[in-house]
């Protein structure tokens, strides 16, 4: 089967991939911590960029997160909000996350906890309000591919004595198409050898997950690069990546529906994925230009008790330094204006914008 049919089930096949089996994913107890995991600095920051398009909207406002993990960002956004949405959308297919994110919001006042809905997949009824898509479109499978003495060769997953392995096979269809876009987009076309990945299902499922978004604004979360870094000649094994107890791997066939497999996200695609969607780019930046742009750090010195202090110090650096989250993860402002009444970049973009390297 190709590599990515193999990504999907070992994600999504019911009752046995990783994201539906039951078994615990997020924090210290599981096997990655997101931002939201951290602490509330990192929702604050959304809030902060949502209160503007709240009061705009007015207070039937709805707010969409796919994927929303382990609750935690849901239930941080809520309680910061000064304008909370009249809806707080989970879009969530799995019972056992459901359960896990229930628990989370548990914490929540009766109140902010009566606005939360759980919905299987977008609502056919559209709304004005905002999407947050956070570490979701890593999760999407990809097609891995290998530029050949002949062409380019997509990925298979073939048994060989008893084992999971890979083999390649003429690309065809979308996986060529898409291969043959990304090419022709680089400075200089990738070498025989040269393997990375594409994900042809990002277009489709932007379009979908976007489709109710009637006016408002989209937010963007993950890790990646814009594409002529994502496919720099000194990246030539892709960025597939694999994780199992908080330890990164790199043998997808290792423990498949126990480990996590991602890629990384390739943000120029995105973009023009979301362009082809109606919205404009209105801001790209790091992790780190997003939360300090946004003025959170400002809590800081609003802590009086030294071992807060030193708590949120240490949350803020782990959003932030370039060792640990602060330039792998990104942030992209998606806006579909309608009456053109929602203003331009979000605030937190000014401070380190990087549109022009998409």
């Given at each position: 089967m190709s590599f990515q049919r193999y990504m999907a089930m070992a994600l999504y096949e019911p009752g046995f991939g990783y994201y539906v089996n039951g078994l615990h994913k997020f924090g210290a107890a599981g096997d990655f911590v997101t931002a939201p995991e951290h602490g509330r600095l990192f929702a604050l920051a959304l809030a902060r960029q949502l209160e503007p398009l709240a009061s705009r909207l007015g207070k039937n406002w709805t707010l969409m997160e796919p994927g929303?993990?382990?609750?935690?960002?849901?239930?941080?956004?809520?309680?910061?909000?000064?304008?909370?949405?009249?809806?707080?959308?989970?879009?969530?297919?799995?019972?056992?996350?459901?359960?896990?994110?229930?628990?989370?919001?548990?914490?929540?006042?009766?109140?902010?906890?009566?606005?939360?809905?759980?919905?299987?997949?977008?609502?056919?009824?559209?709304?004005?309000?905002?999407?947050?898509?956070?570490?979701?479109?890593?999760?999407?499978?990809?097609?891995?591919?290998?530029?050949?003495?002949?062409?380019?060769?997509?990925?298979?997953?073939?048994?060989?004595?008893?084992?999971?392995?890979?083999?390649?096979?003429?690309?065809?269809?979308?996986?060529?198409?898409?291969?043959?876009?990304?090419?022709?987009?680089?400075?200089?076309?990738?070498?025989?050898?040269?393997?990375?990945?594409?994900?042809?299902?990002?277009?489709?499922?932007?379009?979908?997950?976007?489709?109710?978004?009637?006016?408002?604004?989209?937010?963007?979360?993950?890790?990646?690069?814009?594409?002529?870094?994502?496919?720099?000649?000194?990246?030539?094994?892709?960025?597939?990546?694999?994780?199992?107890?908080?330890?990164?791997?790199?043998?997808?066939f290792a423990w498949p529906g126990l480990t996590d497999l991602s890629a990384f996200v390739d943000f120029t695609a995105v973009a023009e994925a979301a362009q082809a969607c109606g919205f404009e780019v209105a801001g790209f930046t790091s992790q780190a230009g997003f939360v300090l742009g946004s003025g959170v750090a400002d809590q800081l010195e609003q802590v009086t008790d030294e071992r807060d202090r030193m708590r949120l110090s240490g949350e803020l650096k782990r959003l932030v330094l370039p060792g640990e989250m602060g330039d792998k993860f990104k942030v992209m402002a998606l806006v579909r204006e309608g009456d053109g009444a929602l203003g331009g970049m979000p605030e937190a973009f000014a401070l380190s914008d990087q549109v022009d390297r998409l």
């Open positions: 929303p993990g382990s609750g935690s960002l849901a239930r941080d956004v809520l309680s910061q909000l000064r304008n909370p949405p009249a809806r707080y959308l989970l879009l969530e297919t799995s019972a056992p996350l459901r359960e896990v994110q229930r628990e989370t919001l548990s914490a929540l006042s009766e109140d902010l906890r009566s606005r939360v809905e759980w919905i299987a997949a977008p609502p056919d009824r559209g709304f004005d309000g905002a999407v947050i898509a956070n570490e979701v479109i890593d999760a999407l499978p990809v097609a891995r591919f290998r530029v050949g003495e002949t062409g380019i060769e997509q990925a298979v997953v073939t048994f060989v004595d008893g084992r999971l392995a890979w083999d390649y096979a003429p690309a065809e269809g979308r996986v060529l198409r898409a291969v043959e876009q990304v090419i022709s987009d680089l400075p200089q076309p990738p070498g025989v050898g040269y393997t990375s990945e594409v994900c042809v299902d990002l277009p489709e499922w932007l379009d979908t997950v976007t489709a109710p978004l009637k006016r408002g604004m989209a937010l963007m979360i993950d890790y990646g690069y814009p594409r002529r870094e994502y496919y720099h000649p000194d990246r030539n094994d892709g960025t597939l990546v694999c994780h199992y107890r908080h330890r990164a791997h790199f043998d997808p």
